[in-house]
């Protein structure tokens, strides 16, 4: 079984910073993409960011130039800088990775329960 446990939400106010990690724990071979997905009220959960593990990035075009990804595989950790917040980053931040399990040939996705983001002043 695999957990994922989020951590760094919270309130801040617009044009500040958060750092968002996600450890990743349980009977695991490997993990390949990790990733970062948001909902905020009313809308549909989508893509923020993910990353390789061989590094290569990928993200949405409302957060380019304003989050990065990165992740230390030695820790099983994911974790999302976000800088310039604007009211419409505020969203539940889920975090997700494609897990080879120690009894399997192929990887499956899992997700954590998620980490609130408010920006406003």
């Known amino acids: 079984q695999v957990q994922l446990v989020e951590s760094g939400g919270g309130l801040v106010q617009p044009g500040g910073s958060l750092r968002l990690s996600c450890a990743a724990s349980?009977?695991?071979?490997?993990?390949?993409?990790m990733g970062w997905y948001r909902q905020a009220p009313g809308k549909q959960r989508e893509l923020v960011a993910a990353?390789?593990?061989?590094?290569?990035?990928n993200y949405a075009d409302s957060v380019k130039g304003r989050f990065t990804i990165s992740r230390d595989n030695a820790k099983n950790t994911v974790y999302l800088q976000m800088n310039s917040l604007k009211p419409e980053d505020t969203a539940v931040y889920y975090c997700?990775?494609?897990?080879?399990?120690?009894?399997?040939?192929?990887?499956?996705?899992?997700g954590g329960q998620g980490t609130q983001v408010t920006v406003s002043s």
């Open positions: 997700s990775a494609d897990v080879r399990m120690s009894d399997s040939f192929v990887y499956t996705r899992h």
């Open positions: 349980g009977s695991m071979l490997s993990i390949n993409r």
């Open positions: 990353i390789t593990s061989a590094g290569s990035t």
